[in-house]
Nanobody, 118 residues
Framework: QVQLVESGGGLVQAGGSLRLSCTAS????????MGWYRQAPGKQRELVAT???????NYADSVKGRFTISRDNAKNTVYLQMNSLKPEDTAVYYC????????????WGQGTLVTVSS
């Protein structure tokens, strides 16, 4: 099996920064896609950013220019650097990966809460 452990969430004032981390462990042969999603209270989960094994990135329009996704393949870790945070960025942030283990799996992290105060 493959597990994800997320860290880095917390409370920050508007305009501040946070860095989320998500590390995968277990029987991992390769990780294809790594991404971050978020779910605000009363809203559906939405894509924030993704990065492929080749390093190609994709961002939601709402975070472009403020958030940066990156990955460290040697550590099986994906990061989300969040700058210029806004109250509307408040949500539970989830890590998601597409991994080849004994079979191909989609794995979700437990979520980490980001709260941005105005």
């Amino acid at each position: 099996q493959v597990q994800l452990v997320e860290s880095g969430g917390g409370l920050v004032q508007a305009g501040g920064s946070l860095r989320l981390s998500c590390t995968a462990s277990g029987m991992i042969f390769s990780i294809n896609y790594m991404g971050w999603y978020r779910q605000a209270p009363g809203k559906q989960r939405e894509l924030v950013a993704t990065v492929t094994s080749g390093g190609s990135t994709n961002y939601a329009d709402s975070v472009k220019g403020r958030f940066t996704i990156s990955r460290d393949n040697a550590k099986n870790t994906v990061y989300l650097q969040m700058n210029s945070l806004k109250p509307e960025d408040t949500a539970v942030y989830y890590c998601n990966i597409d991994v080849r283990s004994m079979s191909r799996l989609e794995v979700w992290g437990q979520g980490t809460l980001v709260t941005v105060s105005s």
